[in-house]
């Protein structure tokens, strides 16, 4: 038979599916290890240093 045959990659524990075919994979790692992240006061302090140097704050 030259039909597609089921994946042949061992299924994750706790998992009915494979990790190639929706097992493992929670996403981007939170906070700091994830390289996007900024601490939250950061952006706060540098809009307020802008607002006093164009004097609009």
Known sequence: MWGPTPCQCPTIR????????????????SG???????EPGDSTEWWNRLKAAMGTA
């Open 32 to 38: 700091s290890g994830n390289g996007n992240y900024v």
């Open 14 to 29: 706790g998992r009915g599916r494979c990790r190639l075919h929706g097992g493992r994979s929670p996403g981007a790692p």
